[in-house]
């Protein structure tokens, strides 16, 4: 049985979004991806997704073009790490739109740290879901960093997540100016 309905021909752009970014899986998957946890192990234990749910979810974002797996080690069973491409990198705004809305419509559990998605360049908390609210420059991975929500720990510096240049090979993200 199919995991959803295919949207995918559809001719609304929101629906085709849907159609790969619109399964809580995926989203909460980029949001680790983005924190820089990009391997198996690590996804399933922060996340606590079975192993099926994961290697599903985690087959069809690369199928998508939102991640690709990149090879680290490994003889007998090769071991992978997952990379956002471009189109994964693109889809930070809409994480940023769904924590802003979720801190405004939802009830967060009592004394969890509330998420913070801050703009590196001016050091300042922002309310939008793409563009600094103080600077008025664009939130990029390398321009933002998130406190994540709960109990504790640094912020994390999105642009701390290497991009691969190609298969094996890895080069720090460049900052970009408007």
């Known amino acids: 049985m199919p995991l959803r309905s295919d949207w995918s021909d559809k001719p609304c752009p929101i629906a085709r979004g849907l159609d790969v970014l619109g399964d809580a899986w995926t989203l909460v998957i980029l949001r680790e991806l983005f924190a820089g946890n990009a391997r198996f192990e690590g996804l399933r234990t922060e996340l606590g997704a079975s192993d ?6 985690l087959a069809r974002m690369t199928e998508a073009g939102l991640a690709e797996r990149i090879p680290y080690g490994g003889t007998v069973r090769p071991r992978v790490e997952y990379r956002l491409t471009d189109a994964g990198h693109d889809a930070l705004p809409v994480l940023h739109a769904l924590a802003h809305w979720g801190a405004k419509h939802t009830a967060a ?3 969890a740290r509330p998420m913070a998605i801050t703009c590196t360049g001016c050091g300042r908390p922002t ?5 600094c609210t103080t600077c008025d420059r664009p939130l990029t991975t390398e321009r933002t960093a998130w406190t994540r929500p709960g109990t504790g720990g640094p912020p994390i510096r ?3 997540v290497v991009r691969p240049a190609s ?3 890895h080069v720090q993200p460049k900052e970009t100016n408007p």
Do not use: K
């Open 52 to 57: 099926n749910v994961l290697a599903t979810r």
């Open 109 to 111: 559990p009592e004394r």
């Open 127 to 131: 309310r939008s879901a793409d563009w």
């Open 158 to 160: 999105l642009a701390s």
């Open 167 to 169: 298969p094996g090979t």
